[in-house]
């Protein structure tokens, strides 16, 4: 799969490397978001191929991209959506790159002099809702960002949607846990114990008084000094979550399911849009500076209800 997504600020074009080091970084970044993209999705195409005729009966669904351009600043990316699966009801898998302006209050928010508001960014994000309430929806992200400075952000976490799976005890939270610590550990011996109660505080709805899922890890601003280590890192955790999750998957979609198990995701489901539209950073990050409506909105579930 070929995706021509090549943009910049005047000519379309993806700049070249030489043009500035911080060009040359985002290029480096961008073009791995974009080769794992396109690996996700992949594998995801191939699990629809997987899946149980007896559970889940139909045709395999397969990926439409859509290419879009920011209205305000320029770049823009390129939005893969898949929908009405066997196995997935609704995925969102998308990579973009910009040059943009912060907003004052974003700016003396974010690294940097605080003045400054011209950024840099590329991403890729995703969020999977199976059609299995026994198969745990999954979210990552991972970006980089820089204004008078540059960082990686992003994170991973699974949500199960059955009681009885959503504890960081049950199985497999231990197995993705224990993913994502791998990929810690790779680079640093405390990122785990640092980036993992991140995740359980950022995943955490206040007015509900509880957590989305079973978390993961979380981490913002990350900025060594070194840009290969923590390039390295954002790229351990992408790879982490293209082996655990499919890893989960396989096993769960062998299961089948009662009509209280989808009455019980489809409420589950529900803390999914408050935590995205109440508290989601790169929700609000994406429509304060011009993102793609419906890739950030991509996020919400085709299917849910509310007590």
């Known amino acids: 799969m070929t995706i021509d997504t090549d943009l910049d600020a005047d000519s379309g074009r993806t700049p070249a490397a030489s043009d500035n080091p911080v060009e040359a970084r985002r290029a480096q970044a961008r073009a791995w978001f974009e080769g794992l993209r396109d ?46 699966g066997r196995l997935f009801e609704k995925i969102g ?37 199976p ?13 980089f960002l820089s204004t008078s400075q540059g960082w990686f952000g992003g994170g991973a976490d699974l949500t199960p949607m059955l009681p009885e799976q959503r504890s960081q005890e049950a199985e ?15 680079h640093d011996p405390g990122y785990y114990d640092q980036f993992k109660p991140w995740a359980d505080k950022y995943f955490f709805l206040p007015h509900r008084g509880t957590a989305r899922g079973v978390g993961g890890i979380f981490f913002d ?34 299961e089948a399911w009662t009509e209280e198990e989808r009455a019980q995701q ?22 304060q500076t011009g993102g793609n409506t419906e890739t950030i909105m991509s996020s919400m579930p085709p299917l849910v209800s509310w007590s």
């Open 39 to 84: 690996k996700i999705c992949a594998e995801v195409e191939t699990l629809e191929r997987e899946a149980p005729a007896a559970l889940f009966p139909g045709e395999p669904a397969t990926f439409t991209y859509k290419p879009w351009q920011r209205k305000t600043g320029s770049g823009g990316g390129v939005g893969g959506f898949l929908s009405n």
């Open 93 to 129: 898998i998308h990579t973009s790159s910009a040059n943009g302006q912060l907003t004052p209050e974003m700016a003396k928010s974010v690294p940097g002099d605080g003045v400054s508001r011209d950024y840099v960014s590329t991403s890729i994000s995703l969020i999977m809702h």
């Open 131 to 143: 059609r299995s309430p026994r198969v745990p929806t999954v979210h990552m992200n991972t970006r």
């Open 172 to 186: 497999d939270a231990v197995t993705f846990h224990a993913a994502m610590k791998r990929a810690c550990d790779a």
């Open 221 to 254: 601003y990350l900025n060594s000094g070194n840009f290969d280590h923590d390039f390295a890192f954002a790229r351990d955790v992408g790879q982490a979550l293209l082996e655990v999750y499919p890893q989960i998957v396989r096993k769960r979609m062998q």
């Open 266 to 287: 489809l409420a589950c489901r529900g803390l999914y849009v408050e935590f995205n539209l109440l508290y989601d950073r790169g929700t609000m990050f994406g429509l």
